[in-house]
């Protein structure tokens, strides 16, 4: 098998490919090796919407669930064992990968438990059980960047947990993301941590962002608006690597801790399936091409850009001058940014809750059928 030159080309330009979806069917049947083999995917990422996805289709989660209804288990503890098994074994698939790229790869997200987005405490609490039962070091813990998020994230920083940081849309929530893992660092080394083995990324939405300003650019409908249509996603992306790079590139803060072993928090690029027809299905890859960067994909995006994706080198650098403008011209248009990001959020959380809600729903309904039956 050799891999897809679009997409070797975006792991050589220093974007890490990571696939957003997995299943047992997925790691069962071989796609997931395969795509490891054939697209340069070298890493996964999963959210509560991703788990309902899988579970409610085929049969491949009956036989354990059905056990675990034979034993007892509440809806809670089956979706937690169910998920965490997923997540466990394609950690074991991906450890090769882990292994090459010194621990930066070869990583597979789990997320906490959308119902607790705004509480800190149960949001650690569940960090530490995931990294307990999962029981991988490739694996990375994802955590909502709330406001009770942001402690949630230092903290299981400094337990020596690594940290996916999900539902970014700011570059100042970015920012507050960012310094929580330096809080979190600092931390871990005065808890004697090894500072080398503990790693982040900060994921910051994109396309979710373009559909809600493009909604509204579309009722202000004037010229100026309808131009800026599209613009405001890849903008915003870039104004945030141009954050991580003050951060950790030109940064005071930092430099102590690297030399400690600490590994800088990589941005991550995701929603970056084109909901918008009109746009290039590849518009928020080709787009935001940056060395040090993850862009986690859906399956349809990432066979579009092996099909016809173009791949011309760095796409975000020097770029922040011009990602400024647009933003400048957004609120010239009367586009409230920071509240566009706080619906953004908001949105995103309920989204999750709503996805987990319904497998919490169906996971009840299978549980109640089997122990009917047993």
């Known amino acids: 098998m050799t891999q897809n030159a679009n997409l070797a080309a975006l792991s050589e330009a220093g974007v890490s490919v990571w696939l957003d979806d997995l299943s047992r069917e997925r790691i069962k049947s071989g796609n997931l090796a395969d795509l490891i083999a054939t697209r340069s995917i070298v890493g996964v990422t999963t959210n509560p919407s991703i788990f309902q996805a899988a579970l409610s289709k085929g049969e491949a989660y009956d036989e ?6 034979a034993r007892g288990a509440d809806v809670e503890a089956t979706i937690r064992t169910v998920t965490t098994d997923d997540v466990r074994n394609a950690c074991d698939i ?10 930066a790869d070869g990583r597979v997200s789990i997320e906490v438990d959308p119902f607790l987005a705004n509480e800190t405490d149960k949001t650690i609490a569940q960090a530490i059980e995931l990294w307990k039962i999962v029981d991988r070091p490739n694996v990375l813990i994802k955590i909502p960047a709330t406001q009770a998020g942001i402690p949630a994230i230092a903290k299981a920083i ?63 409908g004037t010229d100026e608006a309808l131009a800026l249509r599209g613009k405001a996603g890849v903008a915003n992306a870039r104004l945030a690597y141009d954050a991580y790079q003050e951060v950790f590139e030109t940064g005071s803060r930092f430099p102590d801790l690297a030399a400690a072993g600490a590994n800088v928090q990589r941005p991550l690029w995701a929603s970056t399936g084109v909901k ?13 091409v940056a060395p040090n960067t993850v862009n986690t994909m859906p399956e349809k995006t990432l066979e579009a850009v092996a099909d016809h994706g173009t791949v011309t080198g760095d796409t975000v650098t ?51 059928a089997a122990q009917q039956k047993g």
Not at 332 to 350: K, Q, R, S
């Open 158 to 220: 400094g337990e020596g947990i690594s940290v996916n940081v999900t539902l970014i849309f700011s570059v100042e929530r970015h920012q507050a993301v960012m310094g929580a893992y330096l809080d979190g660092l600092e931390a871990a080394k005065a808890a004697g941590h090894d500072l080398s083995k503990i790693y982040s990324v900060a994921s910051f939405f994109v396309s979710r962002v373009d559909t809600e300003i493009d909604a509204q650019l579309d009722k202000i």
């Open 64 to 69: 354990q669930v059905n056990e675990l209804a």
């Open 318 to 368: 020097g770029r922040t001058a011009e990602s400024k403008k647009v933003f400048d011209d957004l609120t010239a248009a009367g586009i409230d940014l920071p509240g566009v990001f706080v619906t953004l959020e908001t949105e995103g959380v309920e989204k999750f809750t709503k996805s987990w809600q319904e497998l919490l729903d169906a996971t009840t309904e299978q549980l109640q």
């Open 94 to 103: 991906f450890a090769p990968v882990f292994e090459a790229s010194g621990g």
């Open 276 to 288: 918008n027809p009109d746009y290039s299905d590849t518009l928020y890859v080709t787009e935001l």
